[in-house]
């Protein structure tokens, strides 16, 4: 598991694009037949993937998290932007289609992923917090979600929410996660932009095209920097940046958050007239 330490807001100020993206993006997910884990000094941020082939991938316990088991001191949340697999937890198997995700609580789990079809292969996006309360795991269908729609073709920003776990859905420690879609013609998120002292957040992009890129925008309002993020790459945002973009193209996220406050409107708004 590579470990990585986010500069502060002071360093990333004089930071060129190589160390920007180096510190705040993650580019080497969903490697085939390969699970791979990155753990983030922010919140103690564990981001991951598991791409299983013809056989299954058993969840490692890294070194660095000193427990017997990923698990032991945490919760995770998987998310699958692949084809239909399954993740087995315990003995008992829990399948997700496209889209759906899995909830597992706090305890000394044995998991591990597994894919229908290796040709085309589920792929399975991890997200893990350190959890002090025990939850239930939770199965959580997309089909069953009823999307929240914001925005307006006007301002090219119109796109549905999907909250999978959160206060009023499947229940977590801290771990808050979701994903949005974009409607046809627009290529905006989170704009109008914000920020959230008391949670950071991670950006997952999905269904680019490869060729096609999302500028991802971030920083304090008056020192805004930008990555061109492609698919299935991951943007790390800290408590003191925006976490916005525009796509070249139509894309997907899954966003995920955690931190003190599980409140998805707690948030600080900021006027695009005043970023600079």
């Not at 919140?43 to 890294?62: F, K, M, W």
């Not at 000193?66 to 239909?84: H, K, P, W």
């Not at 070249?248 to 931190?259: E, L, P, V």
Request: aromatic share 8%; charged share 15%.
């Amino acid at each position: 598991m590579r470990m990585l330490q986010l500069a502060d807001e002071v360093r990333y100020a004089g930071m060129s694009t190589d160390e920007l993206r180096a510190g705040f993006l993650v580019e080497d997910l969903f490697i085939a037949g390969v699970v791979k884990m990155v753990y983030v000094d922010l919140d103690r941020t564990v981001i991951g993937s598991a791409v299983p082939l013809a056989e299954p991938l058993q969840l490692p316990c890294p070194d660095q998290l000193r427990a017997t088991s990923f698990t032991e001191r945490r919760e995770l949340g998987i998310f699958n932007i692949g084809s239909d697999g399954a993740v087995e937890v315990d003995g008992q198997t829990h399948t997700l289609g496209n889209r759906d995700a899995l909830y597992i609580g706090r305890g000394d789990h044995s998991i591990s992923f597994s894919s229908a079809n290796a040709e085309i292969p589920a792929e399975f996006y991890l997200l893990s917090y350190p959890a002090h309360a025990v939850h239930p795991i939770a199965l959580i269908r997309a089909a069953t979600i009823t999307a929240l729609t914001i925005g307006d073709p006007a301002t090219a920003n119109l796109r549905s929410i999907h909250k999978l776990i959160h206060l009023e859905g499947a229940r977590s420690c801290q771990l808050v996660m979701g994903f949005t879609t974009l409607h046809s013609g627009s290529v905006w998120n989170t704009m109008p932009p914000h920020t959230h002292m008391r949670r950071s957040e991670v950006y997952l992009y999905f269904d680019l095209p490869p060729e096609q890129r999302v500028i991802h925008l971030m920083g304090p309002a008056n020192q805004t920097r930008h990555l061109l993020v492609a698919n299935k790459q991951v943007a790390i945002s800290p408590l003191w940046s925006i976490h916005a973009g525009v796509g070249t193209a139509s894309y997907s996220f899954c966003w995920g958050m955690g931190g003190e406050n599980q409140v998805y409107t707690d948030m600080d708004p900021l006027r695009i007239a005043d970023l600079l």
